[in-house]
C-alpha cells in the first residue's frame, strides 16, 4: 500500500473514531509517536510503550511511562534528558517520588 494510502485508512479510522485502528495503521507506516498517541487513546497502554520503545525517543518513552502510571521510571528518564518541568511536576503532584 502506498504512503498516501495508508495515510488516508488512519486518517479515515481517526474520523470513524477508532484510535485502535488508526494506531495501527500508524505504526504499519512507521510513524511510531503517532501510533504511541493513538494507543493511548485507545486504551492500549502495552501498544504504546511498544512504539515508544520502537521510536527510540525517550521523551515519547517517558511519556508512555507516566500515562502507564510508572511515575518511578517516568521521573528516571525526565531527570536523564534534563527535563526539569517535567521533574518538578511529577515531584509536586507525587510527593512520595522525591529523593
Same mark, same amino acid.
Given at each position: 500500500m502506498a504512503a498516501g494510502a495508508t !495515510?488516508?485508512?488512519?486518517?479515515?479510522?481517526? &474520523?470513524?473514531?477508532d484510535p485502535g485502528l488508526a494506531a495501527t495503521w500508524a505504526e504499519k507506516h512507521g510513524n511510531l *509517536?503517532?501510533?504511541? *498517541?493513538?494507543?493511548? !487513546?485507545a486504551r492500549d497502554l502495552?501498544? @504504546? $510503550?511498544?512504539c515508544a520503545r520502537a521510536s527510540g525517543e525517550e &521523551?515519547?518513552?517517558a511519556r508512555v511511562r507516566e500515562w502507564r502510571t510508572e511515575f518511578t521510571e @517516568? $521521573?528516571?528518564?525526565? *531527570? *536523564?534528558l534534563g527535563r526539569t518541568a517535567d521533574v518538578a511536576? &511529577?515531584?509536586k503532584r507525587y510527593p512520595l517520588l522525591r529523593s
Open positions: !495515510e488516508e485508512a488512519e486518517r479515515y479510522c481517526r &474520523l470513524n473514531h *509517536k503517532t501510533a504511541a *498517541k493513538y494507543y493511548r !487513546e502495552d501498544g @504504546a $510503550l511498544r &521523551l515519547t518513552v @517516568a $521521573l528516571r528518564i525526565w *531527570k *536523564k511536576r &511529577l515531584a
